[in-house]
């Protein structure tokens, strides 16, 4: 079944204590992309990757890192979490991204105290 | 930078009365697209639109795309208790690798 992994599905964590959000898709998709959803804002792009070795900041990337060493994978990375960073986190992926729509993960949800 | 507006950002009806919502921008798009997220779970999409005019339909659903490529919007006719949920319009600037641009969204209420 083609589909976007994301794990944890809840974490709960204290300030300053570093954090990965792993994500895997299985499509071969060459683009990946992670989103923050907060009431009232929606989704907004904090990384994405057009390929391996190929990473870009989306709207909102400060206190975030990401890496794309394998085509299938793309962690999100907090060093250093702050409550600013609670938030429900999305990762998707496409074929390219030209007019291919995203498939997006079940989603994690991230509580930092 | 690019910005979505998209409304209503949220809606109470009655099970079975017909909805709508749009999506304009003052930037134009080559693609527009438009996704549901039903709670707890990631968006899901519901319908592409390609070409300037486009209007396609998926079961309930229909979306257009709007002839000056700045706007869409998408209807959901009889509407019954699974469709509760957000509903997302989505933009693409161009034909070629670019990030997509999310409206915030409208959330859908039915009351029995």
């Known amino acids: 079944e083609a589909q976007v992994t994301q794990n944890p599905r809840y974490l709960i964590t204290v300030t300053g204590k570093k954090l990965t959000v792993t994500c895997s898709q299985n499509m071969n998709h060459e683009y990946m992309s992670w989103y923050r959803q907060d009431p009232g804002l929606g989704l907004r792009q904090i990384y994405y990757?057009?390929?391996?070795?190929?990473?870009d900041k989306g709207d909102v990337p400060e206190g975030y890192k990401v890496s794309r060493k394998e085509k299938r994978n793309f962690p999100l990375i907090l060093e250093s979490p702050s409550p600013n960073q609670t938030s429900l986190y999305f990762c998707?992926?496409?074929?390219?991204?030209?007019?291919?729509?995203?498939?997006f993960g079940n989603g994690t949800r991230l509580t930092v105290t | 930078g690019q910005q979505l507006n998209q409304s209503p950002q949220s809606m109470f009806i009655q099970e079975g009365e017909d909805v709508s919502m749009n999506c304009t921008s003052s930037s134009i798009f080559n693609t527009w697209l438009w996704y549901k997220q039903d709670p707890g779970e990631g968006p899901v999409l519901l319908i592409a639109?390609?070409?300037?005019?486009e209007l396609t339909s998926n079961g309930r659903l229909t979306a257009q795309f709007g002839i000056t490529r700045k706007d869409s919007f998408l209807n959901i006719s009889a509407s019954i208790p699974s469709d509760v949920g957000i509903y997302f319009c989505?933009?693409?600037?161009?034909?070629?690798?670019?990030?997509?641009?999310f409206g915030k969204g409208t959330r859908l209420h039915i009351l029995p």
């Open positions: 639109l390609y070409k300037a005019g």
């Open positions: 990757s057009m390929n391996v070795e190929v990473t």
């Open positions: 998707a992926s496409a074929h390219g991204t030209g007019s291919s729509p995203l498939h």
């Open positions: 989505a933009g693409q600037l161009t034909n070629r690798d670019d990030k997509i641009i």
